[in-house]
């Protein structure tokens, strides 16, 4: 069984750039959480995805957004890239309802010249 | 708003030290509480939890009491392990009831031989 799987595992892009990041949720999960940890920092929640609806969004500006498939994987686009946006991107999936148990991915680190 | 307040790092133990790392969270209702261990350049891997009040977590021979007297959930061990060494994030689930994470800062845990 799969667990939850990212790609690429890394990106170098300069500043004003835009980017895609991917995810495949495990195996029966149908609700993908994307996070943004920055180095040396505890991770931030972007949003969420669930029934291909963002569900709640964290305080993070538009030139990030989201989309999730029909097969739950879901995307994170971030347009107009800064240098700030350098980080580790981590997605999450669980079963809905079954919030306490939420299984991470091994993240992509994007770097942004 | 809710928060996670960890013990800063980094923490240097000798191999078989006793090891405690401090948590303390400001919530609304009733979170799940949640540690985390990340590996150097891998993702988040759920260490143990607790859902409710005076739970406790267990795995691997660390251990988490969720106390609401306190508003805390130290994380302890007996005995640490080289392999241990990692760093630990405290978490919670946000008050949405949607899963959505909050992290503390992260503490670093260093065990020499």
């Known amino acids: 069984d799969a667990g939850v799987t990212q790609s690429p595992t890394h990106l170098i892009k300069t500043r004003g750039q835009q980017v895609t990041l991917r995810c495949s949720p495990k195996?029966?999960?149908?609700?993908v959480s994307w996070y943004q940890q920055a180095l040396g920092q505890g991770p931030q929640f972007i949003f969420q995805y669930y029934e291909e609806e963002e569900r709640q969004r964290g305080n993070f500006p538009d030139r990030f957004s989201g989309h999730q498939f029909p097969n739950y994987s879901s995307e994170l686009n971030v347009n107009a890239l800064l240098l700030g946006d350098s980080a580790l991107y981590l997605c999450a999936s669980n079963q809905q309802g079954d919030t306490d148990t939420q299984y991470f991915g091994p993240g992509t680190r994007l770097t942004v010249l | 708003g809710d928060s996670v307040t960890q013990m800063e790092g980094p923490v240097t133990l000798s191999e078989e030290a006793f090891l405690t790392i401090n948590c303390t969270y400001t919530a609304t209702g009733y979170p799940s509480l949640f540690w985390y261990v990340q590996y150097p350049g891998e993702g988040l891997q759920l260490l143990l939890k607790a859902t409710k009040a005076d739970d406790k977590g267990s795995n691997k021979g660390f251990e988490a009491t969720y106390r609401k007297e306190t508003t805390s959930f130290h994380l302890e061990k007996g005995s640490v392990q080289v392999s241990d060494s990692a760093v630990y994030f405290c978490a919670l689930t946000g008050s949405s009831n949607t899963g959505k994470l909050i992290f503390g800062q992260g503490t670093t845990l260093q065990v020499k031989p």
């Open positions: 195996s029966g999960h149908d609700t």
